[in-house]
Each structure stands twice: as structure tokens, then as C-alpha cells.
């Protein structure tokens, strides 16, 4: 059981503009080179993405390294178009995570438990736009996701009490859930031109719960989402690089690195290959 004040994940001040990854041991600075590439592709408004959202999916996951992230994005112009919003198309996210004090959310994804839930609140920083959301791992494969809009001084718990999404009620007591860890980073989206399918890039991933934070500068998590699992142009490029799918929940690494005592056995191999792209080591530190 985590005992102590789970009410004080970080709301840091909102930035004017995602801030760059820091250098990593590799001594790289890729972040220009994303920049570049991004602007390289075509753009789409957030009216254009239609049924790319794609609240009814599959996700395929791939962990890389930051400095093979501009080469990518080059490549992938003839195939996918960038999400802008505002001008914006490397936009500036924070989600914090909830969970019940004995961690069952995060204890179902250990175990590989279906179905299983994640409870989140995402902001988008630019605009201040918040969200309460319910994932929903199901035991066909399917990833199911509902939200609803956050007005300011709305406690979101108190929300989902009242509007139980996805059925959540039938696994945790809504009014048990605590803010647990708080992740920021910066995303990129692709929409791709021919297929139901949407690709989110996460980078500059740092994690905070209350007084400890963790960076992981070096490392990328890419996502691919679809309308039903199939040919993925993004996936098929990085298979062809060796990267190769994995398992990955930004909240089971953000608690993996920052909980103490927490059972972490199944997500050892993943937290291997993080440490690998990350020079060896997980960055924290106290805030």
C-alpha cells in the first residue's frame, strides 16, 4: 500500500512552448532536426482528423531513441500528415494519473489483467483545455476511450462519480481514486493519408510525484492507432530499422520509477531497454 499525501502530483505553470529535450549521454541535440522535420510535412487542422480519433481502436507501441526521431518524421511525409493546432505542431501535454491507495489500476497492468482501467486528467497546456479520461483495455484487444471536458474548479473524481465512463464503477470505486503521478512531454501526431490511423510521438517525457521527478530526454514512445489492427506504413518502416513492438504504459513507467516498493517483475525487461536508451541509468532526482 503507498501511505502519504497523494494529493500533491505537480501543476507546474503552463510553458508559452514545449521546452526542449536536454541533452542526453549520447551528447546529441536532436531537437532541431525534429523541428525541421516536422515542418516538413503537411499540415491538418483537428476538424481534418474525423474518424482518425479513433476512440474504438488498436494500439501498436514502439520505444526509440530520440536522435532516430528526425530521420523518421522525413520519411514519413509521403505517407502521414502532422496534426497543427494554433500554429503548434509539437504540443505541450501533461496527464495526471489516478489510482486507488493500494495501486489497482496499476496492479491489473502488472498482472496482464483484462479488462483493465487508467483514469487520467489531460491538459493541453496551450490552450488550458482540460479532460477527465477513462481508458479501457478490453480482453479483445481493443482499446476504448471515453472523456469529458473539465471546467475549472471541477474536481474531476467527483465527475466520475456522477458519470461512472466505460463502467469503471464495476472495477474500483470511483471515489477512492488519488492523483498519483503527474507526466509531461511533448507530442507530435500523424494522421495518416490513406488508412483509418493515427500516430502520437511522445518525447522530453518527465514524470513528478510530489517532491520526485524523473527525465527521460533520450527516449521516444511512439504509438499507432487503428481503426482494426493491419498494415501500419510507421510501424512497417521502424520493423524494418529492428525496432520492434512493445508493451508500454507511460503511467506503469512513471510509477515503476518514482513508487517505491512497487512490484515491477513483469515490466523489467521494458525498464532494461528505458535504462539502455537512456545511458544506463534512470535520471531523478528531488524537485
Not at 496527464?95 to 489483467?113: E, S, V
Request: hydrophobic share 40%; proline share 7%; net charge positive.
Amino acid at each position: 500500500m503507498i501511505t502519504g499525501d497523494l494529493q500533491t502530483c505537480p501543476a507546474r505553470a503552463v510553458e508559452a512552448r514545449p521546452a526542449p529535450p536536454s541533452q542526453g549521454s549520447h551528447g546529441i541535440e536532436p531537437w532541431t532536426g525534429i523541428v525541421r522535420a516536422a515542418a516538413g510535412l503537411e499540415s491538418l487542422s483537428l476538424e481534418g482528423v474525423g474518424k482518425a480519433a479513433l476512440l474504438d481502436r488498436t494500439d501498436t507501441k514502439f520505444v526509440i531513441p530520440i536522435q532516430a526521431l528526425p530521420a523518421i518524421l522525413a520519411w514519413c511525409a509521403p505517407h502521414y500528415r502532422v496534426l497543427e493546432i494554433a500554429g503548434a505542431r509539437l504540443r505541450a501535454y501533461r496527464t495526471r494519473y489516478y489510482d486507488t491507495p493500494d495501486l489497482a489500476c496499476y496492479q491489473a497492468h502488472h498482472a496482464g489483467r483484462l479488462p483493465r482501467y487508467k483514469v487520467r486528467v489531460r491538459s493541453y497546456l496551450e490552450t488550458g483545455q482540460e479532460f477527465l479520461e477513462v481508458k479501457l483495455s478490453t480482453n479483445r484487444g481493443r482499446t476504448l476511450k471515453s472523456r469529458l471536458p473539465l471546467a475549472p474548479a471541477v474536481d474531476p473524481i467527483g465527475l466520475l462519480a456522477q458519470v461512472p465512463l466505460l463502467g469503471i464503477a464495476r472495477a474500483v470505486a470511483p471515489a477512492s481514486l488519488r492523483p498519483l503521478v503527474a507526466a509531461d512531454y511533448t507530442r507530435i501526431t500523424l494522421v495518416s493519408r490513406t488508412a483509418a490511423e493515427r500516430v502520437t510521438v511522445d518525447l522530453a517525457l518527465e514524470f513528478a510525484r510530489g517532491s520526485q521527478a524523473a527525465g527521460y530526454p533520450a527516449l521516444v514512445i511512439a504509438e499507432v492507432k487503428q481503426e482494426r489492427q493491419g498494415h501500419s506504413d510507421f510501424a512497417a518502416v521502424l520493423r524494418r530499422q529492428g525496432y520492434r513492438e512493445r508493451r508500454i504504459s507511460k503511467y506503469c513507467l512513471g510509477v515503476a520509477t518514482l513508487v517505491p516498493g512497487v512490484r515491477k517483475n513483469r515490466f523489467l525487461p521494458l525498464l532494461h531497454h528505458v535504462q539502455r536508451l537512456s545511458g544506463n541509468h534512470v535520471p531523478s532526482g528531488t524537485r
